[in-house]
Structures are given as structure tokens and as C-alpha cells.
């Protein structure tokens, strides 16, 4: 396989993890592209807090890709308290201008009309499709040959699942009993050994030896 090397005297550009040849960015732009029949979403109320990077629209499409993406479970919460889309949107504002600008493109991508057509025949957004519908495309996208429609939906699946499982209210399904829970005992800032020196392992820090009168150690 050859590797891509710039010219001699210049400096390799950052290239997004989707823009990978020329079918790669030719998707993406369709995601921007105009909706096939002109075809709406099915938006959704924003937070009472407001949205820090996603528009409205892309707030719709990332609702519904939680609503399949993370079915109903017992002892789990469901989407709609742990407000998924809505923690999703605060962590795309903490990454770089690059990703950001990807993922915002793959979600209207995912929700184009045009796109839907050519590869599924159903001239539909996603948020306006029936369930069925919406599980047909996530497995289509998830087992295409085409390497950016397997890495998009890989990408949307993470976020997704970062944005629910990152709230504390998921954690007792899970069995975890919080990152704190007789994990780490503040008032124990010493080893308690009974005067034995703690074992020495991964995590262990001893304290260097004090220096002697001439520069080495006793």
C-alpha cells in the first residue's frame, strides 16, 4: 500500500477522519446539499439551557439517532431523562474545529433525503421515517462497504453512547458504584500498612530519599 507523502518543502495538511479520498468529501457535501423534494425535519424542542454548537435541526437528527441507538432496557433510564442529544451537543463543543465541522456535516448527511434515495430508495429524512425505517438505515450504514459510511456511523454510535453513559443516572444499571464509592478514601492520604512500606506496583508513589552531604543518597 502507498503512503501519501506532501512535497518536498511543504507541510502535510490536517485532513479529517471522513474527508479520506474523494468519496468521503463528495458525501459529506451532500450533507450540506439541498434536501431532496425539499424535505423537512421533524425537530424537537431545544433545551431550556440552549444548544452551544448544534443548530435545531441537527439536534433533531441526533435525538431520533439516540432514540434507536439506545433502546429502552430495564433499570436503565431512558433518552429522554438523560437528555442524550442535549449532552452530546455539550461535548462537540469541547472538540476541535475539524471534528466538529465532520460531525455536524454527517448529521445531515444522515438526514438527507437525497442520500436516503440513492442508497436506500426511501425519499425520507431520517427523523420523518418510521422506526423501522430508521433501524434499516443505522444497520445499512453500519455494514456498508463504503468505508465512510461504516466510519460515520461508528462516530455517531460513540458520541451517542458517550453522551448517556457519561451521566451518573446510568450508573446503577451498570453496576458501578461511582467513581468515589469505596474507591478512594479522602481522609486516608497516607499508606495505612501498620508500618510496613506500602508495596510497590502500578499507581505507587515513594517519596525520593533525602540527599546527603554530598549529593548522593544514604
Known sequence: MKMYLPPPGTKPTRRGFLKKGLLGGALLALGSGAFLFTRKSVLVEAPADGLSVLTEREFAVLTALSYRLIPRREGFPG???????????????LVDVTALTEMKQLLLLFENALPNFLFGRRASTFSTM???DQDAVLAEW???RLTVRRTGYTALRGLVMAGYFASDTTWAGMGYPGPHAGIHDA?????????ADRPLGNGTWRAPAAPTVDGGTP
Not at 433518552?79 to 463543543?93: G, T, Y
Open 79 to 93: 433518552v429522554e431523562v438523560v437528555q442524550v442529544a442535549r449532552a452530546c451537543d455539550r461535548i462537540l463543543s
Open 130 to 132: 418510521s422506526t423501522d
Open 142 to 144: 453500519q455494514t456498508s
Open 187 to 195: 481522609n486516608a492520604p497516607v499508606w495505612k500498612g501498620g508500618g
